[in-house]
């Protein structure tokens, strides 16, 4: 996770503020080589791994805004 992803969980920000670093993170993940633990699997694995179940389906919809192009949208939602 990065530090800004660990900032927002300890000093309790937010929970709009912590879904949109998480879904920066996401996009982050997904457009990313598969080779260096992102693409669709690095994303479906950070998905996994929140803190709080239900921010998974904000946290994609937040990061389906920042995708790039239709393909890595695609993606998101096939794999979650």
Known sequence: MSAALDVAETFKLS???RRELQGRQL???LTSDPITGGGPAGGLRFLNLL???DDALPV????????PNLQSKQLLVIFS
Request: no cysteine.
């Open 27 to 29: 996009v982050k993940l």
């Open 15 to 17: 929970s709009e503020l």
């Open 60 to 67: 994609a919809m937040a990061a389906m805004e920042q995708l």
């Open 51 to 53: 803190h709080e179940p």
